[in-house]
């Protein structure tokens, strides 16, 4: 018989109760201890490769190297990450509260993780379905910026946990002030301004000490979201979040009402959006970059925060390049080197005189900055407003491709309005790189329809470099013609002759010499310069030192040397700077050797100098992040190359250049100034280096590839105008006084005939006067009959300001040479 249900035996309830809680308890505790061993484990997983608390705070941040003119004026940063690290006392309370506000009120309390916090997250979330809320505290905001781990992951989170824990294990106000100070330090602001220094800089123009309660909390909005909420990009969201911002300070107590509603009204004055710099001296840039690494080693240099000042002048460095792309863009106009370019064959427009000739298909298959390459256009993208994209030219070297950004080439634009205007599919074009380009890679490349320039400018007395321009282009990388490109300086060598010529004492600058054409060596191959002033027929007279430096002769400067010596001048220029080859023959007297801008600009500065001569220098000071010092090789003292006397003569006669010779274009300046031009064979170089009492600077005009310039151009065209603007430029910044150079003891007068070099007669209507370096003024007196053509009158003579100066029609023009091509003017 089957039993009902109510006549089975009941068993007791509770004991059964009792037990399902036992099991369930022991299932919790067995659920808890593998949940704390799984825990402990993924803690001891993931903290095997941790860095030590203490490496963790030491560690360096990377840094913006700053480079500063003489005057503090920034140049240049140079950075992996845009950040000047502060230390706490250069950060204001203000801003500390303020981001607590934002980011975490309760840093001060907590020991490093808001636990309630991450719970309340935790079911936010869940809700969500989705992570639409964090608990991160400052400590592990801190953490994750210096793990450097932006991945949302387990293992980021288990590690942040672990250090902020760490972190904070030592309870103390210290130890709190350690990582909110190095928080606000490593943060970004948005628009790659990392820490709170250099987001007051970029966006009010002054140092985080500075900045107002308004400024503090309107930074302080900035990290939730760094493009949302910049002022720069929306100002009426930054509003907002400051707003919200000041609320949470007053409820919390960091702030009364009174000053959160002063805080909130207060307007806000963003600073001007700095341009990028760096576009006004690349080529200084690139040298204190390596001089830096030079002197602190790479990785030293990779971590930054070092300030640089250099002896350059901002203002001077900004007219140098503003005068050189003038002078250059004057010459592209003169002969037609601009666009539109046409395909070969056609008919190009009206003005457009394109020089076709550059090197053709490199055989190592790589092209190099500092040459120029014929090109072709294979397309063309003309620039997109919608899409913001820049236009640019594609062109094609052999194989090898590259492409020209329209921005870089509007000195050639012309009426052309885009790229696809400029230049068809097929069109030859001149072109350089900026960096190396070789297989496969598709380089930047510049047009190089027009020539290019230097300058250089030196503190004569220091010879310190003031401004450095090296192309017309101010681009990163740009290959700085200034200091590395090596030319001919043709005439403008012949200072190097003279000066060697005066201190030797058997020449002054009244000595007489034939102009008249003739030729050097025996033989079937005989050198026989040319002398542009030479006229079929004509013998002249005997000319003075000084009118042929002046008119830049090119017979007696070639006869000088050979009444020198080679050797004795070459020496002679070494001392001076010269370290480039030089040739040891006769030519060298017309300039076919080779030098830099930067070496003939700072040999001419030793004249300027009272005849002491010194390496260039560029750095003054370099300091660390912490503000200390660092050391700098010592700079070789100054030599006496000329005494004070031989340097003034020498001056004098480089005045008569200016006053009356191949560089009278330099008189607009209207001031006292001394100088020589230069050109080379076919005005493949065009020179004019001049100097003040206060300033010496040198001008280099030419084609990367030796091309010539065009048709009449030389040095007093081409670079005596580049010369003058910016020396304009400079007057009218420094207002100098007009003032002559400073004659020194060892210096006489005396009154000589023109035509012979010797004293004047009593009664002698045309005398002038002359500058003698003590001790070689002539004794004799010039005869009645004087005037008959001559050799050489050695020993007696110099020059100096003439009575009512003549105004000879001197002008440059170009020398062919058989062997090294040299110039004449």
């Not at 409820?251 to 341009?275: H, I, M, N, W, Y």
């Not at 105008?721 to 207002?735: L, N, S, Y």
Request: hydrophobic letters at 40%; aromatic letters at 6%.
């Amino acid at each position: 018989m089957v039993k009902t249900l109510a006549q089975l035996p009941r068993r007791p309830l509770l004991p059964r109760v009792v037990r399902a809680l036992k099991t369930a308890l022991f299932a919790l505790a067995g659920l808890f201890i593998t949940g704390a061993l799984t825990l402990a484990g993924l803690f001891a997983y993931y903290d095997r490769d941790l860095p030590p608390v203490e490496v963790l705070l030491r560690a360096q941040q990377p840094q913006t190297t700053r480079i500063v003119d003489r005057n503090g004026v920034v140049l240049a940063e140079l950075f992996e990450e845009r950040r000047t690290v502060v230390p706490e006392a250069q950060i204001p309370r203000d801003m500390v509260i303020a981001i607590m506000a934002a980011e975490d009120a309760d840093f001060y309390r907590h020991t490093g993780l808001d636990y309630l916090g991450m719970v309340r997250a935790f079911f936010v979330n869940v809700r969500r379905g989705t992570i639409a809320q964090g608990a991160s505290t400052i400590t592990q905001q801190l953490v994750k910026n210096l793990l450097r781990r932006p991945e949302r992951t387990l293992r980021r989170k288990m590690q942040e946990v672990i250090l902020a824990r760490r972190l904070e294990a030592e309870r103390s106000d210290r130890r709190k002030n350690e990582i909110m100070v190095l928080y606000l330090n490593t943060i970004a602001f948005g628009h790659g301004r990392n820490g709170v220094e250099e987001a007051a800089r970029f966006y009010f123009g002054r140092h985080a000490s500075e900045l107002t309660l308004g400024e503090c909390v309107l930074l302080a909005g900035i990290p939730k979201s760094p493009v949302h909420y910049s002022p720069r990009n929306n100002l009426e969201a930054a509003l907002r979040r400051r707003r919200w911002i000041l609320g949470q300070m007053v409820s919390k107590g960091f702030v009364t009402r009174q000053a959160a509603d002063l805080a909130a009204e207060e307007p806000v004055r963003l600073a001007p959006a700095p341009e990028e710099r760096g576009n006004l001296c690349p080529e200084a840039v690139d040298l204190v970059r390596h001089r830096l690494r030079d002197l602190v080693g790479d990785d030293a240099l990779r971590r930054g925060g070092y300030t640089i000042r250099t002896t350059l002048d901002a203002s001077l460095q900004r007219a140098a390049r503003e005068s050189l792309a003038r002078g250059l863009r004057q010459l592209d106009g003169r002969h037609g080197y601009l666009g539109p370019i046409a395909l070969p064959g056609q008919r190009r427009p009206s003005g457009s005189g394109n020089v076709l000739r550059a090197e053709g298909a490199p055989a190592d298959r790589r092209l190099l900055p500092g040459h120029t390459y014929l090109g072709t256009v294979e397309g063309a993208h003309d620039p997109d407003p919608a899409t913001r994209t820049p236009g640019e030219l594609l062109v094609r070297v052999a194989e090898l491709h590259g492409r020209v950004p329209w921005s870089s080439m509007q000195r050639y634009a012309g009426s052309a309005q885009g790229p696809s205007g400029f230049a068809p599919v097929g069109a030859p074009v001149r072109v350089s790189v900026e960096q190396p380009i070789e297989g496969s890679t598709v380089g930047v490349m510049h047009l190089e329809l027009g020539p290019q320039g230097a300058v250089v400018v030196l503190d004569p007395l220091q010879h310190e470099v003031l401004a450095l321009v090296g192309g017309y282009d101010a681009t990163p990388g740009m290959f700085d013609r200034a200091t590395r490109a090596v030319r001919q300086p043709g005439s403008a060598f012949k200072p190097v002759v003279y000066s060697y010529a005066l201190t030797s004492r058997r020449f002054t600058l009244a000595s007489t010499m034939d102009p008249n054409p003739g030729c050097f060596g025996g033989g079937r191959r005989p050198w026989c310069p040319h002398e542009a002033h030479a006229h079929a027929g004509v013998v002249e007279p005997p000319m003075r030192l000084r009118e042929a430096l002046a008119q830049s002769r090119n017979m007696i400067a070639a006869r000088l040397l050979e009444a020198t010596g080679t050797e004795p001048v070459i020496d002679h220029a070494r001392r001076l700077g010269i370290q480039s080859q030089l040739p040891r023959d006769l030519s060298l007297a017309l300039g076919s050797g080779s030098v830099t801008p930067m070496e003939l600009t700072n040999a001419y500065a030793t004249f300027a100098a009272q005849g002491n001569y010194q390496d260039w220098e560029l750095l003054l000071e370099v300091r660390d992040g912490a503000g200390h010092g660092v050391m700098l090789p010592p700079r070789a003292s100054p030599r006496s190359v000329l005494s004070p006397a031989e340097a003034y003569v020498m001056t004098s006669a480089l005045e008569s250049v200016v006053q009356r010779g191949t560089g009278r274009g330099a008189r607009e300046l209207r001031l006292p100034a001394a100088g020589k031009t230069g050109t080379t064979d076919r005005a493949r170089d065009a020179w004019f280096i001049g100097y003040t009492q206060e300033l010496v600077a040198g001008v280099w005009v030419g084609f990367d590839d030796r091309t010539p310039l065009g048709s009449g151009e030389e040095g007093a065209r081409a670079a005596v105008p580049i010369w003058t603007m910016f020396m304009q430029a400079w007057a009218r910044q420094r207002r100098p006084r007009a003032t002559e150079f400073p004659r020194p003891d060892g210096v006489s007068i005396a009154r000589i005939d023109p035509s012979t070099g010797l004293l004047a007669r009593p009664e002698a209507q045309d005398a002038v006067d002359e500058y003698f370096l003590a001790g070689t003024e002539p004794h004799e007196v010039a005869p009645a009959d004087a005037g008959a053509v001559g050799d050489v009158t050695p020993s007696n003579a110099d020059a100096a300001p003439e009575e009512a100066p003549a105004e000879p029609s001197a002008s440059e023009g170009p020398l062919v040479l058989p062997v090294l091509a040299a110039d004449g003017g």
